[in-house]
Structure formats: C-alpha cells, structure tokens
C-alpha cells in the first residue's frame, strides 16, 4: 500500500517549480516548432519529436530511468503493446525508454487541449470516449486498422490510472482489440511515476515533483491467437502485475 503523502519540503517544492517550468517551456517550443507538421499532419515527424521532447525533459529534469529485459521489446509492428497506468508520466517514460513511434489510445478530453490535442490527433493517436460505448468501440475499430497497417498501438488495460503498487482490473477493450487484429501483444510494466508525480487528487497535495527512479519491465511477446479475450485478459494481468507484488513486498520487509 502506498504510504500516505507528507507536506512537501522545501527542496521538493523548489524542484517541483523548476520540473514544471522546463516542462512549460520544453514542451510550448516544442509545439510551435511542429505547427507546421501538425497542420499538414505528418505523423512522422510529430512521432520523432515526441521522442526528442521526452528525452530532453528526462535530461533536464534528472528523471532517473531504468529499463529490464529490452532485448525482448519487439520494435516494429503490427503489435499491440500493453501497460499499466500509473501517473500522467507514463507516456513521457515510455517514450523516454523505448524510443519508438507509438500510437496511443487516449482518454478524449486530452485531445481538447490547444496546441497537445492537435499534436495527439496529427501523430495518429485515438481519442476514447469513455462514456459513450459506440464510439469507444469505433475506437477499437480504428485502432484495429492501424495494427493492421503495420503500426505499434499501446493501450493502458486498466482504462484510467490505477494504485501505485498495484493494477485495477482491466477493462476488456484491449483483448477484444487483440483478438479482432489477431497481432502479437507486448505486456509492460511501469513502477516509479506515480511515486515521481501522483498528481492532485490522488495525492491529495500540490502538483509536486519529487525525485524517484521510474523503471519499466518488458515482458515476452505473446503470439498466441487462440485465446479468448477473457484468457488473454487473465494472462497479462498476471504478467504485468507480477513485478509490482514483488516490489510491493521488498517495500514491506524493508518497512519492518
């Protein structure tokens, strides 16, 4: 279980201000210089800039990173990659470690964004509407037809941020995706955003920075296509969540 948050220091919050103004500026001169490409939608590009964007952030800012059993990544599509959602960061970190064109399933208000919401849309990513169960389908479907086109599409299962140490239950829209493409699917584990940035209300303190190393696990790519959703479901939950129990009672022995 995660700890409840203290008040945060002074060093926390003189870090927290200087996080938030390189991730300001970084990513304003970032957007400007890609309008052009964003108008013309030359996804491409937005994807290489993305890349760039994460990693100054991750240098400027001293974000520690740390990658387990990359040799197992696959690098090219069509695949569907699969983790779990931790903190707004997560996307930062997997772009930061991975260093690949990825496209995104996204909650749809982050598309509504000036300037962010039209990158997302230029670089390919899929808006998802949660409420509405037509149009997260059309969703699936539109993320099916860019597997198939050979492109590496990431989803988080869990459909929202989860607990620090822990998974939620997945939703089944990953698996039904899964077996509507018939693509191989990579499960990764993320640990470390939640606890670099919880964000406000699950903190429930101001937006803090504090300095905490973010690692990621790549798992074997499952090439099964026989299984149900509901199996293959089952079987990346256990996968993706195994490390995190692990880590969860190190923290526990250390803790007595």
């Not at 003189?14 to 991730?23: A, E, G, H, P, T």
């Not at 304003?28 to 994807?47: C, G, N």
């Not at 990658?67 to 996307?91: C, K």
Request: proline share 7%.
């Amino acid at each position: 279980m995660a700890k409840q948050a203290h008040k945060p220091g002074i060093i926390v919050v003189l870090y927290s201000v200087y996080v938030w103004l390189v991730f300001g500026l970084v990513t304003l001169t970032i957007l400007i210089i890609l309008l052009p490409f964003v108008i013309v939608r030359w996804s491409q590009m937005i994807q290489r800039a993305a890349i760039i964007w994460a990693r100054i952030l991750v240098g400027l800012t001293g974000i520690r990173l740390e990658a387990e059993n990359t040799v197992a990544l696959v690098t090219t599509g069509p695949v569907l990659f699969l983790a779990n959602h931790q903190s707004y960061l997560d996307i930062l970190a997997l772009y930061a470690i991975l260093q690949l064109r990825i496209v995104w399933l996204a909650k749809a208000s982050l598309f509504k964004i000036p300037l962010f919401g039209w990158a997302l849309r230029a670089a390919g990513s899929i808006p998802v509407e949660r409420g509405n169960p037509v149009k997260a389908r059309q969703s699936l479907y539109t993320a099916a037809q860019r597997i198939r086109r050979g492109l590496i599409v990431l989803i988080f299962p869990e459909g929202r941020r989860g607990p620090p140490d822990a998974i939620a239950a997945f939703k089944p829209g990953a698996f039904l995706l899964a077996a509507r493409a018939k693509v191989p699917v990579q499960p990764i584990t993320l640990h470390g955003t939640w606890q670099v940035f919880p964000g406000l209300k699950r903190a429930g303190i101001p937006l803090v920075f504090r300095q905490y190393r973010i690692r990621i696990q790549v798992h074997p790519v499952q090439h099964r296509t026989d299984l149900s959703p509901a199996e293959l479901s089952q079987r990346m939950f256990r996968q993706i969540e195994a490390p995190l129990d692990r880590m969860r009672l190190f923290h526990e022995i250390l803790d007595c």
